[in-house]
Structure formats: C-alpha cells, structure tokens
C-alpha cells in the first residue's frame, strides 16, 4: 500500500522542531531514519498530517567520548555501531547488539533514538542501554532534560516523551575498569523482533551486576533479583531458573509457561556467555 | 508538491513529487527504472534494495523527498561494475534465478555482501541474505553464486 498524504518539513534546529510538534490540533509524527514508521505510513496504520524529519538537527549528531563516558547523537545508525565507529567503552557490547539489528539494509539508516523512542518491547536497543544504566537526553521547551532510560520506557511503544520533545541522544558512565557481558537473543527468523534478549553486564570493579530482559512484558526491564543473585557468584543453574521466574511474577506477570522457559534460557545463556569471557 | 534534487544512476533528476512518494515508486514511476521490483513495500522482502550515497537500502522505506540532494544506483546503475559482472555470470552459471522477481535485490545485496566481506563461506552468506526472500529457488543456488563470484574476485586481487 502507499502512505497517505502528509505535510513534510525538515527543520533546521531543535528549537524549529519543537515548535513544529508543539503544533495545536495537527498529528506529527517524527521521522529519522523511519526503519519502523514508514512502514506503518504504507499500511496506513499511522496517518499523521504532518511529518517532521529530523535528521538534519546537528544536535542529534554529537557523538563522541565525554569526560565521565560516551555520549551517543540519537541520529546514529546501527551501521555505525556496527562497524565501530563510535569508541568502544563496554568491551564490544554494544558492536555486538547492533550487528544483530535486523538486516544491513534497515541498520543503514535505524537510528538508536528512533528505537528508544518507539519503545518497542522485543528491541535491542532499549535492553542494551538499560543495562549499561544509559541516560537519555530529551530537549524540551526550556532546555534539556536526562532520565535513565529505565525510567523512559514505560510500556509498549510508550515513553515519557511529550507531545514537543525530542530526543537528543545518550550518556553512558565510562566503567571504571573493564566490564564483562553477555547476552542471548532469540528470534523465530534471523532479522525478525525477538522472542526474548537477556543481557547481563558486570562491572570490572565488583559493583552492581544488571540483567535486563526484553521480549517480556510490555517493556524491557532490569531482573534485579537475578542480578543479585549472579553477583554473589555461586549461583546454579536451577537456582538462576527459580530467581528469573519470580522476578517474571513480579515484573510480567501475564507470561505464559512457554515463554516463562524461553525467558529463563535466555537469561542463562546470557550469564554462561558472560562468565565464558 | 515539493521539489527534489536526485542523482540517479549518475545523472541528476530534478523535479516536483509529493511528500509521501517513496523512493521505489519515485524509480519505478518517474525514472522508468523498473530493475527495482516492489514485493511487500513494508520492509520484508528486500526485492525494492537500491544503494543511496552508497549504502544499500530497502526503496520502499525512504521517502524521494529524504533523498534530496543525494544518490541513488540502481541494479541498472552497474553495467560497468567489476563485481557486478561476476555476480551476474555466477547467477547465471549457477542457476541462481527463476522468476527473477527478487533477483535485483539478491544483486545488489550480494554486491554489498561482497564489499564488506570479501571471500565470505556459505554460511555468512545465509546470514547476510536473510533478509531477502526469494520464493522459487530455495536459496542454495544463489548462495552458491555468491559464494563463488566472491572466490573468483579474491583470486583476481591475489588473495
């Protein structure tokens, strides 16, 4: 099918844009590198009236290592994650993430804010950045506004963003020594959403281990019980099963007994990788 | 209706469109170049795969308006392409077409396939083609193909 018609406009900075959203009565919809909205626009299953695109905002470009991290432009592709052209602070975490995003033709031009901001709950990149405890940065009306991305996604395709904000990119801390991960993802088809993506991340410096888990309920979310319990080291398998089931109570309680084992795989799989680096 | 700025396949194509033109129809429609096939026009099948600015992309997930100001190759954009001759004669002595609907994409794919992993083994070329479906072939013969043109331009280099 083709899209409907839609008013199109570029602006050419982000106080432009915000005004362009801001405006009353018309349905926008912000469009990057529109991996996942366009092909909403040909269904018709979105028909906003007008069509921002962003990606010629300059501020969404700023990539680059600060004094306490990494700051990531939300217009970065995951083709440049992929082929390492931003510096590698988490041990090949996030390479590996992007390599595994659909196929070379859509990480072309996806975006990792077009990700975050749709919130998809079987995506990569909300798992990936909850886990190595990211900030997203939102420029509002009056400046700009962090939030840990934990606290961003609040549901299926639901953020905290308003209606006249946008985002800017993300900050991750540097470790403080190097880190060690792992991660599993499992897909009906090479390229598809994911059925479940556990992600574990372990600071070099014994601080607090993060599970995160995507494929699970409305949102991604960190497993803080299984964190707790890799942490401490002695942890079997059956152990690691019984704690990941009663973080899915707690956290996802609509997951069926098939997807309850899936979770659970995932989640080991995830901490086997890790302690095999 | 707004107006673009396209080069295609080397030369540029200036006029007006509608914002929700996509590319492919805007290559298939106005440049009549119908080596781009549209199979699901979402994203899934990868028949519509075109390069802009060099990088391969679905045609039917870019706007012609996104593409103002750059530039797009088509399947028909590489007569004279060292990779694309061996590809092409690899499908040919492979048998690695049928109907030849999903072919243009399998190409442009492969070409990009070839780029970045020179001398790949079957395997990775399973992977990095899963995102093109062809419905006749069962895939083995175009893998085949690829594999095989990606060893012939190997050896050409010394490698």
């Known amino acids: ?43 018709r299953i979105a028909q906003p009236d ?33 082929d390492g052209k931003l510096p590698d602070l988490f041990g090949g975490l996030m390479q590996h993430v992007a390599s595994g995003i659909s196929y070379r033709a859509i990480r072309n031009y996806g975006t990792i804010g077009g990700s975050v901001a749709l919130a998809d709950p ?7 950045l909850m886990a190595l405890g990211a900030n997203v940065r939102i420029a509002t009306r009056n400046g700009t506004r962090p939030e840990p991305v934990s606290d961003f996604v609040r549901g299926q395709y639901t953020t905290s963003l ?3 904000e946008i985002i800017l990119g993300f900050d991750l801390k540097r470790p403080q020594a190097p880190l060690r991960w792992g991660s599993s993802k499992v897909a009906r088809k090479s390229g598809a959403f994911a059925s ?15 599970v995160a888990l995507a494929g699970a309920g ?27 089931a009663q973080d899915l109570a707690a956290l996802a309680p609509e997951t069926d007994s098939y997807s309850r084992r899936l979770h659970a795989s995932t989640v080991l799989r995830a901490v086997r990788d890790m302690r095999s680096r | 209706m707004t107006s673009v700025a396209v080069t295609v396949n080397g030369a540029r194509l200036a006029t007006d469109i509608e914002p929700r033109e996509s590319l492919a129809d805007f290559l298939r429609e106005r440049c009549r170049l119908t080596a781009t096939h549209l199979g699901c026009e979402q994203g899934a099948c990868g028949a519509c795969t075109v390069l802009v600015d060099g990088r391969v992309t679905r045609s039917c997930l870019r706007l012609a308006i996104m593409c103002d100001g750059k530039s797009v190759q088509t399947l028909e954009g590489f007569a004279d392409d060292r990779i694309m001759e061996a590809l092409r004669r690899h499908f040919h002595a492979c048998h690695a077409l049928q109907c030849g ?20 083994d079957a395997q990775a070329v399973r992977h990095e083609l ?17 594999v095989a043109a990606g060893q012939e331009l190997g050896r050409g280099n010394g490698g």
């Not at chain 1, 991340?201 to 993060?210: D, K, R, S, Y």
């Not at chain 2, 994409?105 to 970045?116: F, K, N």
Request: proline letters at 7%; aromatic letters at 4%.
């Open chain 1, 218 to 244: 409305p949102r991604a979310c960190l497993l803080p019980g299984v964190a707790k319990q890799v942490s401490s080291g002695a942890s079997s398998d059956d152990m690691l099963r019984a704690t990941v």
């Open chain 1, 196 to 210: 479940s993506i556990a992600i574990v991340v372990e600071p070099g410096n014994g601080g607090p281990v993060a």
């Open chain 1, 50 to 82: 007008l069509l921002v695109d962003v990606g010629g905002l300059e501020e969404l470009k700023e990539t680059g290592e600060t004094a306490d991290g990494l700051r990531i432009g939300a217009l970065t592709t995951h083709s440049d994650i992929e």
């Open chain 1, 162 to 164: 308003e209606k006249d």
């Open chain 2, 130 to 146: 899963s995102g093109q479906i062809c419905r006749c072939t069962g895939y083995a013969n175009i893998i085949t193909a690829i």
């Open chain 1, 1 to 43: 099918m083709k899209p409907a018609a839609f008013e199109y406009v570029r602006p050419k900075t982000v106080p432009e844009a915000i005004e362009l959203l801001a405006r009353a009565g018309t349905s926008v919809a912000v469009i990057a590198g529109g991996q996942s909205l366009i092909p909403l626009l040909n269904l």
């Open chain 1, 122 to 128: 079987a995506a990569d990149w909300p798992v990936c």
């Open chain 2, 101 to 120: 609907f999903c072919t243009p994409g399998m190409l442009v794919t492969a070409r990009d396939i070839l780029l970045r992993l020179p001398t790949p």
